[in-house]
């Protein structure tokens, strides 16, 4: 098999050129006295050994053995074909190109002088024994330069073209003069500050090494970064209509103005976030908001990109140098390639934070989860069972003085075990609801209004819309269910409600409604808020995190004296949660 790319390019010219000779063969002679039966048959092997050697060619078949049968195919072709047409009076002088213009790209020189001499002796002495003297010296004193020169310039093109696909020009930026080792070290130096850039999950050092890495890379291209003033700007918990950016690292900036905050709707700042393109900008001292920064007077050279991957932007990095023509074409190249990797690395950093958080979060939700369990034990059938245990002692000490009253109060007894044993299985319900995981979200919520009526004597009304059942995901039913649940608990216990309505519906097209509305007293949100640290409960902070495992909106519709509601939206789609997180 041949792997080099120059003989199977030519190996193609070949086929394809052959093809257009066959073609020119044919028409030639039908376009005369007709094909007889011998060309027809001529021409259909000559078809077939085309066919064949274009098979091979595209499965990489090809090989020396088989350019040597080519040639020598299409020299036997020609001299059939040469030999009808002189039998038949029809001057197919020049079919004998066919060998000749194999021989010259598969053989170069060599190949065409060969070719060139067998035509001449085959065609020569095939004419020389059906065609009179006279009647050759005309066609031989034409077709004869026209060999030559055919086929001295398919070798010629033959062999440039081999050498081109063989030995590709070196450019002359290859012959440079060996790197000196204080090129080397430098070039070490970007190497291992890429690597500790995509290496580092940690934050600050994310944002230190990419301005390290973006004045090396400088460095790199000759530039003298003395008096390089670089910084990365990040955005603030402010909305995304009106982002603010801090200065989160820095390099050559006074303390003064590290402390400094741009609203970033002014100036290049603006146009950089509103545009998410990198800008260049001369004497920054003018600017609507870096203007007052002090560290960049000096500078009359601002290049500002931005950090930005996909929907999620970060801020803003720039470079500042007292030479206005400091930031040629190339080096602003080079601050692209260290922008996007700056960009992945703070992505990167992100979400190991946010990883992190979430693992803290998850925590803290587990310890708090014990507690509440802990806390239900102490306040329910812990001192159900205590009761229950005193009671049992004093029936005892009443069995031999008053056995009337000692059976009363074995009734009593058996009645506050039995709504003991509720509470268990009210508690072990809300635990683990088994009949969310076999029957679904609909029959845990009638469950749990169920087990709230025997139990507390709470009045819970379900209205479920089948349709949303049939959109919502099965692992997001769980999450809605625990959101109701909470929300109906905290209406029980805090609430002193008569009636608590759980509405679940389809909003619009990707969207479902949650609604927990109780007639009890209300509260004052902001309150509960406000006294979170103090309060043994978690029951807001518990919703507001179980909504945000949807990618929904929660809202609180409460005041004192008019009763609450718990309202949810929830997207039923990727497309609706994205709609939601634009505010869409």
Known sequence: MDRNGAPVLIDWIVLTVRWVLIIAVSLWLALGEGINLPAL?????????NLTASALAAFNRTSQVFRIASVLGDLIFSSLMFYLALSGDRGLIWVGLFPLISGAFYFQWIGAALAFVANVFVQGGIAFLLVPLDEMLLPVAVMLPVYVLVGLGLAYLSQR???TLRYPKRSRDNARKPIDEKELDRRRTIYELISELTATLSYQRVLETSQDLGAHALEELGASID???????????????SPELSIASARRFLPADRNLVFPGVRGILAQVIESGNAMFKQDPRGDAELGQIISLHECRALY????????DAYGVMLFAHPDPDFFTSDRRDVLEIVRNQSTIAIQNARLYEALEFEKNRMMEIQEESRKKLASDLHDGPTQSISAIAMRVNFARRLMDR?????SEELFKIEELARRTTKEIRHMLFTLRPLVLESQGLVAALESMADKMSETYGQDVLIQVDPRVIELLESGKQGVVFYIIEEAVNNARKHAQANHIWVRLKLLREGLSYLEVEDDGRGFDPSEVDASYETRGSLGMIN???????L???????????????IQVIIPLTEEAADRIRRGV
């Open 551 to 565: 990618n929904g909106v929660l809202r609180i519709d409460a005041a004192k004296g008019r009763g609450a509601r």
């Open 402 to 406: 008053d056995p009337k009253s000692a």
């Open 41 to 49: 048959i001529v021409l259909i092997l000559a078809v077939m050994g």
């Open 543 to 549: 919703l507001r995190e179980r909504t945000e495992l």
């Open 304 to 311: 500002v990109l931005p950090l930005r991957t996909g929907l």
């Open 161 to 163: 073209l081999e050498r």
């Open 227 to 241: 008096r390089l003033a670089s910084a990365v700007m990040l955005f603030t918990g402010a909305s995304s209509d």
